[in-house]
């Protein structure tokens, strides 16, 4: 079974711009979930989703948003990219229903602002 | 509010040595799930245990090992016999079973580093 999948893996933008991150999940995994991780603050929660639909949210200003589609395959994007935006941005997706399963991550998008 | 304490930022160890990462949680929730991720330097987390709350039996996979103790909100993990391919950043993570969310809160990590 392939795991979860990110693209781009790395990526250089400039201050101001914008940038879309993708994230497939492990085939059968219904809940996706989005952290950033920075040397400074560690590994935060940025949002969860789930049959398309938000379930959680973290922290962060309304230049981070996300969406996910029917596949399961999800998307986040940054707007205004600011310096401190700069991090590893792993998506992670697991299995849903009774019980609680483990979340399995992807290899992260690098993001660098420059 | 939940949290997770890693007191230990770095470890080294020589080969063979066995060596214990500790990892303190807070939490109102009864029912809540832990669980310890390792990230080698390639960056990607891989999944080591789950423990739910109600269970605290305690686990030993191979030369990995897990000590969960409630009464002191603790769920400690153990490395016997280091590799040097053990040599990575440890996290502890905690998820509440409310709100049907997957969230977890990290701790901040502890990288170990195995010397050959």
């Known amino acids: 079974k392939a795991g979860v999948t990110q693209t781009p893996r790395y990526l250089i933008k400039t201050r101001g711009q914008q940038v879309t991150l993708s994230c497939s999940p492990i085939?059968?995994?219904?809940?996706v979930s989005w952290y950033q991780q920075t040397p400074g603050q560690g590994l935060q929660f940025l949002f969860e989703y789930f049959s398309e639909t938000q379930r959680n949210k973290g922290n962060f200003p309304g230049r981070f948003s996300g969406r996910q589609f029917s596949n399961s395959r999800s998307e986040m994007n940054v707007s205004t990219l600011e310096l401190g935006d700069s991090a590893l941005y792993l998506c992670?997706?697991?299995?849903?229903?009774?019980?609680?399963?483990?979340?399995?991550f992807g290899p992260g998008t690098r993001l660098t602002v420059t | 509010a939940q949290k997770v304490t890693q007191a230990q930022t770095e470890i080294s160890v020589v080969e063979k040595e066995d060596v214990t990462l500790d990892c303190v949680y807070e939490?109102?929730?009864?029912?809540?799930?832990l669980f310890w991720y390792k990230q080698p330097p390639s960056g990607e987390l891989v999944f080591l245990i789950r423990r739910n709350s109600f269970d605290e039996q305690n686990e030993i996979s191979g030369r990995y090992s897990w000590n969960f103790q409630k009464s002191t909100s603790s769920f400690n993990f153990t490395i016997t016999a280091s590799q040097v391919v053990d040599s990575a950043v440890y996290f502890c993570a905690l998820r509440n079973s409310g709100a049907g969310s997957y969230q977890l809160t990290f701790g901040k990590g502890t990288k170990l580093s195995v010397i050959p």
């Open positions: 992670a997706s697991s299995r849903t229903g009774q019980g609680s399963y483990e979340q399995y």
């Open positions: 939490t109102r929730d009864t029912t809540y799930y």
């Open positions: 085939s059968g995994h219904r809940s």
